[in-house]
């Protein structure tokens, strides 16, 4: 293997933790905030769960488009 297709492989790898680490922290980050956001806006609990439980379905649609 040549020195340019190791740097294109170490990239790789280092976008794709990069990538997962902050979709990984991302979830870590809006979950312990749904009691402070219904507390604050004074909204059933149902509807503050709502970004936490939707963000897995709009990142996998989203995926779909920068994969063609």
Do not use: C
Not at 3 to 28: C, P, R, V, W
Not at 39 to 60: N, V
Request: glycine share 6%; proline share 9%; charged share 10%.
């Amino acid at each position: 293997m040549n020195n340019e297709a190791t740097f294109l492989m170490k990239k790789s790898s280092f976008l794709f933790f990069l990538t997962m680490f902050l979709i990984g922290t991302d979830t870590f980050l809006i979950s312990p905030l749904l009691p402070v956001l219904t507390e604050t806006y004074k909204i059933p609990a149902a509807i503050s769960g709502w970004p936490s439980s939707r963000w897995p379905h709009f990142s996998a649609a989203g995926q779909q488009v920068p994969g063609q």
